[in-house]
């Protein structure tokens, strides 16, 4: 597609729906970017499965300590009253429904809301890791991703063909183009680029979209 979000911007439209207060882990990579734009007033209390629970940003560089890191390895700072775990206390904290969201990259998503974002092939992720742990533990699980491929086959599929992560477990898509509900089984068109038209969209997306009512406009900041 010639017009499409930035993954910044898909980053920070998936940020305006968190709560204040809420329990939240990212996926490693594309997802850690939505802890940059919590919006003001609001504050997510971050959880990362290595043991780490209110964690803030990244530091400057050569300012990280390095016994500081994330599930991605990456550094991160701690913010007042932040707590460490075990290992398998933070698995027990995810497995016992107490995170509410969870947000997470993906190769494809089905309209049933199965999810698969992990791959057996030479390029892809080499295991399911605590995905497959947070998709059924997190309250609510949505995706941000690209809405179709490098290749531009649709990311949004009726049923995935990768192995599944999770079945029936995503309720919201944040993408490139939309932002689509999983409801009933189905893709649920709730908002997309005022440029692009609901026949473009549907041609880019491998089952049906459901449109119950209006549309909204997906708007995102130069960020």
């Given at each position: 597609m010639s017009t499409k979000l930035s993954n910044a911007q898909i980053a920070w439209r998936a940020a305006q729906d968190i709560e204040d207060g809420a329990y939240v882990n990212l996926g490693i990579g594309f997802?850690?970017?939505?802890?940059?734009?919590?919006?003001?007033?609001?504050?997510?209390?971050?959880?990362?499965?290595?043991?780490?629970?209110?964690?803030?940003?990244?530091?400057?560089e050569g300012e990280e300590d390095w016994d500081l890191i994330n599930a991605g390895k990456k550094a991160i700072t701690l913010k007042p009253g932040a707590a460490f775990f075990h290992h398998a206390d933070s698995f027990a904290m995810v497995r016992g429904g107490h995170l509410d969201v969870a947000?997470?990259?993906?190769?494809?998503?089905?309209?049933?809301?199965d999810l698969a974002n992990?791959?057996?092939?030479?390029?892809?992720?080499?295991a399911v890791g605590g995905a497959m742990d947070l998709v059924h533990?997190?309250?609510?699980?949505?995706?941000?991703?690209?809405h179709?491929?490098?290749?531009g086959k649709p990311k949004l599929v009726k049923r995935c063909t990768l192995p599944l992560t999770g079945v029936g477990c995503v309720t919201r898509i944040y993408s490139s183009?939309?932002?689509?509900d999983i409801e009933n089984q189905r893709f649920v068109l709730r908002e997309k680029l005022p440029a692009l038209s609901i026949e473009d969209l549907q041609a880019v997306t491998g089952a049906e979209l459901v449109i119950p009512g209006p549309v909204g406009d997906l708007i995102a900041p130069e960020v």
């Open positions: 997802p850690e970017m939505v802890a940059k734009f919590q919006p003001p007033g609001r504050q997510a209390i971050f959880h990362t499965e290595n043991g780490v629970l209110n964690f803030g940003e990244s530091p400057a947000i997470l990259g993906t190769y494809e998503v089905a309209e049933n809301g992990w791959s057996t092939g030479p390029k892809g992720v080499p533990g997190a309250k609510r699980v949505a995706v941000i991703t690209d179709v491929t490098k290749e183009l939309a932002v689509i």
